[in-house]
């Protein structure tokens, strides 16, 4: 993704992630230049979108609830991440044209009223004092607005150490244009920077193995956990002893 530096075009927010990607192929490349997307911490007003994105791209049983999304970015909304792009009725036709478009997007920051942004992809997780991610880890506390502490076990875990990344999505008209990838390295850049964690954990399908391999994190076997039917792969990366970039 292009460093923050540079003044955007067309009145666009500033792009808040840093150049992180070395490796991106070439097409990669032109469709991240193009979008000029930015990365920018979530929280409930991003609900509508986030929702929208969530069952944009999971099944039914394995998609997040909106509950626990409200729960979520209430609860630790600073480890919860978007990139975003915008677009104003002038933008050539496009995906991010139309979603500009739609009930989702919001005004940009911009001195452009008309320029809407777009989540284009999310990253929505908790903490944890385990190692790897339980089904506790995932579990939605209940009555956790009127009694936050009623099951300390279940749900966001604030002095955990390991971050639970519960929910990686990027828009189907994106994906496999190398946002996906930018969005987890710029996670770990800042949550390596924030120092609030020692590592990040995930479960995952057999298929996207190697895609976090590939993003540094290890293979720790098959998990217990039986979220949305089970059969889920742990992987972890540890951040605290961490050096440089993928
Ligand atoms: C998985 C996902 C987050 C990857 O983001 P992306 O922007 O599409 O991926 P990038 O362009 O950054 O990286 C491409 C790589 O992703 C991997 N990948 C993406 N989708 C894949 C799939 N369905 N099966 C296997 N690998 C896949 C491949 O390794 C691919 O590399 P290649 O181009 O060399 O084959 C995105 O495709 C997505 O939202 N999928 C649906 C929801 C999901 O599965 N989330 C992850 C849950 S753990």
Redesign the pocket.
Known sequence: MAPSTEEPEHGAPPASGQDIDETKTSA?ESTLDKLHPYVQVLNLNDLESVVNLENA??PPNEACSREKFIYRLTTCGELCLGLFASATPSTPHSPLRRLSESSFSHPADSTDPSRKEVLL?HIVATKSTSQTVTDEDMALPPKWQSNPHADPHLGHKEEGRTICLH??????E???????????LSYIQRMQSADIADRIA????D??V???E?LGFEYRGKSKAQYGGGGWNDMVLDIKNRLGSV
Request: hydrophobic letters at 40%.
């Open positions: 990669q791209t999971f992809a929910s990686l999505a990027v828009l189907p994106y994906q496999n244009q190398g946002l996906g990838r930018t969005l987890v995930l479960l995952t399908y298929r996207l190697p895609f976090y590939r």
